[in-house]
């Protein structure tokens, strides 16, 4: 059974994912919950993707919808007993109510339900058995009563599986709201490395840092730069940029260029020059010494393998 008529549901799912072309994922899901909120009453929603590996759930991204921000800290901490967790995941693909009583029926999973002030929840998940990932979405109310209908399982069991494709569709917009057509392949994974969207290209660079690399998880040393939040990667072969949006990451790559082994002051003082600016207008802008500009600029010049001002604008711009 579903709450809604089918003129309503087709007008439900156009609006999903008409917002999934915003160019921003976060903006999306903000969205799409708020368009499911009219049709299904609610007070709090909880959407991301998590792993399930050697017995433990671990989130790696979500939104909190009206709850608090590190609920998905607080079950990565606690998660060995958690009775929704355990339940949608042995059981996917179906709409799973949860009472007050079934929240509190193991200690971690209580603390957490007392820590989002919730009474009641529904949940569903898909999983894929390769990777073990999952996308879950979970809607709760503050109160008992009134209780969830079956007619509010069956329409978030119905939804379920167009919101994660049109999640998707809203980080590979966001994507090309960020490409750089000529040099850049971009993809998107969450906060675990996990790969969600990628460009055609960009698994071929990839491989060619990593030949044995096969996936979903991105090879180990980008997912340690994307858990240290560091802002780029420079490897053998490849560049990648790594941006972060929410729990979303998008990863910009390129072949890596001569001009990637400048450090950022190197590279600060040689666009200025190659601007065409003096050492003396250099170092005034930059707040620096004339004679720290000319090492600075000595430097570059060797990095990037030249012997004029124009072959260095030329390297400097990637060319």
Not at 117 to 135: E, K, W
Not at 287 to 315: E, N
Request: proline residues 4%; positive net charge.
């Amino acid at each position: 059974m579903v709450s809604i008529g089918a003129d309503a549901l087709g007008s439900l799912l156009l609006q999903v994912y008409s917002a999934s072309r915003t160019g921003d994922a976060v903006a999306f899901q903000r969205r799409a919950i708020e368009c499911m909120r009219r049709h299904v009453a609610f007070d709090c929603a909880w959407w991301g993707r998590a792993s399930l590996a050697n017995g433990e759930h671990r989130v790696h991204c979500s939104f909190a919808y009206e709850l608090p921000e590190d609920i998905d800290e607080r079950l990565n901490l606690t998660d060995r007993g958690n009775v929704v967790a355990r339940r949608v995941v042995k059981d996917p693909g179906r709409t799973h109510y949860f009472s007050r009583a079934d929240l509190h029926s193991q200690p971690s999973t209580a603390a957490l339900t007392d820590h989002m002030g919730i009474a009641q929840s529904l949940c569903i998940a898909d999983l894929d058995v390769a990777s073990g990932i999952s996308n879950f979405i979970s809607l709760a109310r503050r109160r008992a009563t009134p209780r969830f209908s079956a007619a509010d399982m069956g329409l978030l069991e119905l939804l379920a599986p167009h919101l994660s494709a049109a999640l998707d569709m809203a980080l590979a917009d966001q994507l090309t709201a960020l490409r750089n057509p000529e040099k850049t392949m971009l993809m998107a994974t969450d906060s675990m490395g996990s790969l969600r969207v990628a460009e055609p290209g960009s698994l071929d660079l990839l491989r060619g840092e990593w030949p044995g690399w096969a996936g979903p998880l991105l090879p180990a040393p980008l997912v340690a730069r994307i858990a240290a939040r560091q802002p780029d990667y420079l490897g053998r072969h490849l560049h990648a940029g790594i941006r972060w949006a929410g729990d979303n990451v998008f990863l910009a790559m390129r072949r890596r260029e001569p001009r990637d082994l400048l450090t950022r002051q190197e590279r600060a003082v040689a666009t200025a020059f190659a601007a065409g600016q003096s050492y003396r207008q250099v170092a005034d802008e930059l707040g620096l010494a004339p004679a720290t500009v000319r090492h600075h600029l000595r430097s570059a010049y060797v990095k990037l393998d030249v012997s004029d001002k124009a072959a260095f604008a030329l390297r400097l711009g990637g060319g």
